[in-house]
């Protein structure tokens, strides 16, 4: 098997994102010929038209990880009915200038949780939207996880009432990125 490189893209810059634990959490349901990185969206300044010329550090980083991945897996909060603004933001560096768009049949898979019982769906189903838009490849399926204390073990894993459910859409999306690499 070859290695395929993950960038999970978590779209919260809280720090004790339950977003992030979640993110890490279904990390470790992935095989061995998998890497993991965790790009940093939380210091890209604001897209701007004015700013393509003199492109951030921080940008050229962001997608340079996003472009170098074999695959992307984005997990997100709910902000009002939508997508976090931080993560909007990645997004849309990630998709400019169009030529060097880096989401382009890039297979992606989205997920989120909260505490709220629709689990993040209206900004899964948002960002669904936009990625297709970018030419992403994305996962189908639905992965909105309500956050309860049993969700993510002591030991930072997936809790039992989740595993198989969650253990079987990560493994399509293994799939999806195995068969997309060739």
Not at 56 to 67: C, D, K, L, Q
Not at 142 to 170: C, H, V, W
Request: no cysteine; hydrophobic share 40%; net charge neutral.
């Amino acid at each position: 098997m070859s290695k395929i490189h993950l960038a999970i893209v978590v779209g919260s810059n809280n720090r004790e994102s339950i977003n992030r634990q979640y993110a890490q959490a279904l990390a470790k349901l992935l095989p061995a010929h998998f890497s993991v990185s965790y790009p940093q969206i939380d210091d890209l300044p604001m897209y701007s038209l004015d700013l393509e010329g003199e492109r951030a550090a921080s940008v050229n980083r962001f997608t340079s990880e996003i472009g170098a991945a074999d695959a992307v897996l984005i997990v997100t909060p709910e902000h009002n009915r939508s997508l976090p603004a931080v993560l909007k933001n990645a997004i849309d560096w990630g998709s400019k200038p169009m030529e060097k768009n880096v989401w382009f049949n890039k297979p992606v898979a989205i997920t989120g949780t909260s505490p709220g019982a629709m689990g993040a769906a209206l900004a899964q189903q948002h960002l669904r939207q936009i990625m297709g838009i970018l030419g992403s490849v994305v996962l189908g399926g639905e992965a909105y996880i309500q956050f309860k204390p049993d969700l993510i073990t002591s030991e930072g894993q997936i809790g039992p009432n989740s595993r198989d459910f969650l253990q079987a859409y990560m493994d399509r999306f293994v799939s999806l990125a195995e068969t997309l690499k060739g």
